[in-house]
């Protein structure tokens, strides 16, 4: 452990911010823990079907404001994908060389499998309710992988707007649907508008903007500031998640609550990069985040498929148990949900083992990846040359 601690560290390129790593990491965990936490499969009558703790526990609600980590991945995408562009452009790479298809091996390991799935449990008699339960879980999580990619496509039109002009639409947007009675449809430009403002703040700190700690603080203060007005005074929900029977979900689509709230989000982590990059200085401490983010994809598209997993397992064995397969009705079930999560990390880590690759692809030799600094590549010559993954 010590030596590939040691590789990683050498490996990583000197010039390289393991803060926006770290914001990345942090991201992709509160997602994670987000919906193990607020996921309930509920076995009732032969069948399963989805229910939220916050549905019954609204005091829950300020779980979601810690777990709903989306705007701090987008304003780190953001100023990757701004930083790595501007680069490209100067070493003369092309447009399609430089945005690539990373995203979609995985994605299309994913549906490979649950496509194999369901048709084996369709044919073993499990019912429409259940499958459909369950691949909604698998797949509403892609319309991020959607909307992340379409930003990122468009990373040479966005990089250098401002946030305000998608800001404004996300107002416009919500104060003509809740205002004046618009159509529900319309709050789907919010799925690009919304993201769009911490993407281009995140393409703005690539330029060398959003420095200083009073840019921090006045995104952090201003934007808890009017999403507590818009909560409190302007029937916006609490819960920055969406909760099943909800009139208005903050999520699906984004409101102007949630654009505010990823706002304050978005200073807290521009003022946490010092401490961060103090303590990401220590190798040990880097290269947890380090592996993290190699396979942050498969992270990502197998959390939930890993909570199923232990889900169906358990049923199968010992029929119903709490915090599994019970109603999330009260303290009981949270306290038991804790204890089970770390059994799904550890189907986590058996679906990253059989599916990691994937997502790395082909293994690249040379050193010109560590100089490139490439996110995870450089990590995965590292775990070569520790004697972790074998050479060829």
């Known amino acids: 452990m010590r030596e590939l601690i040691r590789h990683i560290d050498a490996a990583t390129p000197p010039d390289r911010d393991r803060a926006v790593d770290a914001l990345r990491a942090f991201a992709i965990l509160g997602v994670v823990l987000g919906h193990w936490l607020v996921t309930a499969l509920v076995a009732d009558s032969g069948t399963v079907r989805a229910a939220s703790p916050l549905q019954y526990q609204p005091h829950l609600v300020p779980l979601s404001w810690a777990l709903q980590t989306l705007a701090v991945f987008f304003l780190v995408g953001g100023q990757m994908a701004a930083r ?47 499958l459909h339960t369950l691949l909604k ?55 690009a508008a919304g993201w769009l ?118 049923l199968r064995l010992s029929g119903p148990l709490p915090g599994l397969h019970t109603v999330p009705d009260g303290p009981g079930w949270l306290a038991a949900r804790l204890a089970w999560l770390p059994v799904f990390a550890v189907a986590l880590l058996v679906c990253r083992a059989a599916f990691g690759a994937y997502e790395r692809g082909r293994p690249r030799t040379g050193g010109r990846v560590v100089r490139e600094g490439r996110p995870g590549e450089a990590v995965g010559e590292a775990w070569k040359g520790a004697g972790v993954v074998r050479r060829g």
Request: charged share 5%.
């Open 197 to 314: 403002v911490p993407y281009c703040l995140g393409a703005a700190w690539a330029r060398g903007g959003l420095r200083g700690r009073m840019t921090g603080w006045v995104l952090l203060v201003g934007g808890a500031v009017v999403t507590a007005g818009l909560v409190l005074f302007g029937g916006y929900p609490a819960a920055m998640v969406g909760v099943p029977g909800a009139t208005i979900s903050n999520l699906n689509p984004p409101t102007l609550a949630a654009v505010t709230f990823g706002l304050a989000q978005c200073g807290a982590a521009l003022l946490l990069l010092g401490p961060l990059r103090r303590a990401l200085a220590r190798p040990a401490v880097w290269a947890v985040v380090a592996l993290l983010n190699l396979s942050a994809m498969t992270v990502f598209l197998w959390h939930q498929t890993a909570m199923m997993a232990v889900t169906a397992t358990a």
């Open 84 to 130: 790595s562009h501007a680069t490209a452009r100067a070493r003369g790479v092309r447009y399609r060389q430089w945005l690539g298809a990373r995203l979609f091996r995985p994605v299309a390991a994913v549906l490979a499998v649950w496509a194999l799935a369901a048709g084996a449990m369709l044919a073993s008699g499990v019912g429409l309710t259940t």
């Open 137 to 191: 879980l698998v797949l509403s999580p892609l319309w991020f992988l959607l909307v992340f990619a379409a930003l990122t496509a468009a990373t040479p039109l966005v990089a250098r707007l401002h946030p305000l002009w998608p800001l404004a639409a996300v107002l416009y947007v919500d104060l003509y649907r809740f205002g004046f009675g618009g159509p529900a449809w319309l709050g789907w430009i919010n799925l």
